[in-house]
Nanobody, 120 residues
């Protein structure tokens, strides 16, 4: 199973970005999907998660500015970030809890990360 994240880049403060993360491989089903971020010198932190049924959860730091969504047919999760701030600068990682075709358990897989840089 591979998760491919894309959509990062350099944006000015107040701008917007839409991140995408597509899962591929031997996938039977996907439970929760999410976005995390890690700024230089800091620990990786939760940004948002979304369940298979569409229930969402957000970090306080992005509430009102971020929207997580998913397309189950495409095994893809999205993160729309608006009103970006310099403190949003980080590498953004996606993850997914995947059940593979031959397994009865869910395993968490991570994408490679995409850099988001917000200039002031």
């Amino acid at each position: 199973v591979q998760l491919q994240a894309s959509g990062g880049g350099l944006v000015q403060a107040g701008g917007s970005l839409r991140l995408s993360c597509a899962a591929s491989g031997s996938i039977f089903s996907i439970n929760a999907m999410g976005w995390f971020r890690q700024a230089p010198g800091k620990q990786r932190e939760l940004v948002a998660t979304i369940s298979s049924g569409g229930v969402t959860n957000y970090a306080d730091s992005v509430k009102g500015r971020g929207t997580i969504s998913r397309d189950n047919a495409k095994n893809t999760v999205y993160l729309q970030m608006n009103s970006l701030k310099p403190e949003d600068t980080a590498v953004y990682y996606c993850n997914a809890d995947v059940r593979r075709g031959y397994s009865s358990i869910y395993t968490t897989y991570w994408g490679q990360g995409t850099q988001v840089t917000v200039s002031s």
